[in-house]
């Protein structure tokens, strides 16, 4: 099996660059929606969150408060490497856990959708990394479109995160995702026969 990581900057279009894989046949697997199985109610991993960010980051019915955490896990770069310490170890066992049933099913071609991919080490999962880029200012731009939260907020999750260059140096195959839709699916397309090649299929 065949696994291609895909990962980028936060508001860069990795999620459409996804939704375009998918729709040319992929098996996406979700990173983020993984991360949210890994913090689901009455978890080791959001109890272990509780006790370094407080207690207060679960609501009344036991489930994250996410908005809060991010504020205190973005807050500065010790609370964002404690964040990644805690969650990478349980989101990286359930990706493991995906990965293998995958291939035990004859799946072909998995893609990796992983905004930590480097930060978590789940780079070792794939055999080639695709990397989606967009400017500061568009991503910025789509980010407050996206996501209600404060404009402050949202730059500390920019300024979180990998740097450009190193995603790039890290890259077998990178996608310019500020452009108008039409091009970047061709892009996708690119990097999809490239992934068939390889994998034979």
């Known amino acids: 099996m ?85 969650t990478h170890p349980f989101i990286c066992q359930l990706i493991e856990d995906d990965l293998y049933e995958k291939e035990q099913a004859g799946v072909p071609v998995i893609v990796l959708d992983a905004p930590q991919l480097f930060e978590a080490g789940c780079e070792r999962y794939c055999g080639a990394v695709c990397v989606v880029t967009a400017p500061a200012d568009i991503r910025l731009q789509r980010l407050e479109q996206r996501d209600a939260l404060p404009r402050e907020l949202l730059e500390k999750r920019m300024q979180a995160q990998l740097d450009e260059g190193y995603l790039r140096e890290k890259a077998d195959f990178v996608i310019d995702g500020s452009q108008p839709l039409t091009d970047v699916h061709r892009q996708v397309q690119k990097v999809w026969r490239a992934c068939c090649r390889i994998a034979g299929c």
């Open 2 to 86: 065949f696994v291609l990581g895909l990962t980028g900057q936060t508001g860069a279009g990795k999620s459409t660059v996804a939704r375009m894989l998918e729709e040319e046949g992929a098996c996406v697997l979700d990173c983020d929606k993984i991360a949210r199985k890994a913090t689901e109610k009455g978890s080791p991993c959001l109890r272990d969150l509780s006790d370094a960010f407080g207690t207060d980051i679960l609501r009344s019915n036991g489930e994250l408060d996410r908005t809060l955490l991010a504020k205190r896990a973005f807050s500065g770069p010790e609370q964002v490497s404690m964040l990644n310490r805690l």
